[in-house]
Structure formats: C-alpha cells, structure tokens
C-alpha cells in the first residue's frame, strides 16, 4: 500500500478551531430556546456577527418540548460580552430563553467520524489497539475503509484523532458541535414556561 507522504497528514485540529484571543476570555457555551419559526437561526447568529464573536460551534435540534427548538451554540469572550450576547438574543420576538454557562456548569459531549483505510488497519495492529483504548468503535468495514466512531469531551476525540494520525491513516475526519444539558435538577426551560403560564392565568382571572 502507498503511504502518505508527510504533506499528505492531516494537521491536528485545535482544541476549538480558535487560533488565539485575550487572555481574559473564555469558552462559553450559550442555550437559547425558541419558537420553531423560519429565520431564528439568522436572527441568532447575526447578534455574534454585529459583535465580532466568532462562533466556535453550533448546533441545533428539537428541544423535548414540543414546538420548540434548543441551540447549542460556543464561544470566546468575555463575561460581560456573554451577558450582552444573552441579553440581545432574548429580545428576539420568538426566542423564549438564553442563558450562558462555563464548561464547570454543564455535561457535554461531541461525537466524530474517522475513516481508514482498511488496508492500514489490516496491515498495523496498533490501530486497533488504539481504537480499543480510547474506546472508539467500528462502525462501518468494507473492503475500501473503515469507519470509526468515537463520542466523548473534545480533548477524548483529538486524543485519538492524534493518536491514529500520527500513524498516517486517518483519511476523512468529522466532529460535530457539542450538546449537554445542564448539571440543575430540572430543565430551566421548563420552569420559565411555567411562571409564564402562571401569569397568564393570573391575567385572564
């Protein structure tokens, strides 16, 4: 089988995708939920781009309340420009809540997709041995590639992502942006929706 030539190896990519930035910035993750209504993505992304916040990741998915649609969305700033970001997304007409955390606050958790060379693996039994310790698994064998899946912190996924490259065999290689939840007793979305249906109970009396 031909080697890749040392042009031919994948960089590792960062932590995050950002290069660098004031040292008194930090990585927030904010949540904002709201009505299932066309545009909001573009209204939301737009409050980070009049700001020049550059968005590290983001993803977006129905939320377990019905209607309503989660975003998962990461950044580097600093605390006050966490709450001016929070602020002026809340006064979108359809979102229904923002709130911003530090990694310290929440569960997370990213996936990713590496394909191999089946040949290599074939050929290098310490690429299944590093699949195995980082506790990856293979998804996908034909004759072509291999397709492994690995889900954990970002630093679990470049760890083995490192690891495997360093061996000259990762050929395609996918993260997704991350989801968690928070680390409170009960969804903060759900107890706003609440106060919220309380006053308006209280106002039809």
Excluded: W
């Excluded at 960062?14 to 299932?36: C, W």
């Excluded at 916040?53 to 129905?62: G, K, M, Q, R, T």
């Amino acid at each position: 089988m031909q080697k890749k030539s040392d042009s031919q190896i994948h960089s590792a990519p960062s932590l995050t995708g950002r290069a660098g930035g004031e040292s008194s910035e930090s990585l927030y993750t904010i949540l904002v939920f709201s009505e299932n209504i066309a545009g909001i993505l573009n209204q939301v992304t737009a409050v980070f781009t009049r700001r020049q916040v550059n968005i590290e990741s983001l993803n977006v998915c129905a939320s377990s309340t019905p209607g309503v649609h989660k975003y998962t969305i990461t950044c580097y700033c600093t605390e006050e420009m966490a709450k001016v970001l929070k602020a002026q997304i809340e006064k979108r007409i359809d979102v229904l809540q923002a709130r911003y955390y530090t990694d310290d606050e929440i569960f997370l958790q990213e996936t990713s997709l590496m394909k191999i060379s089946t040949p290599a693996v074939m050929e290098n039994a310490e690429v299944c041995r590093i699949v195995r310790h980082h506790g990856a698994r293979i998804v996908e064998v034909n004759p072509t590639y291999t397709a492994v899946e690995k889900t954990g912190t970002t630093e679990e996924i470049l760890s083995l992502f490192n690891a495997l490259n360093s061996l000259r065999v990762v050929r395609q290689f996918a993260r997704s942006g991350r989801i968690c939840i928070t680390r409170g007793t009960r969804e903060e979305l759900d107890e706003y929706l609440e106060e919220r249906e309380k006053e308006k109970t209280k106002g039809g009396e």
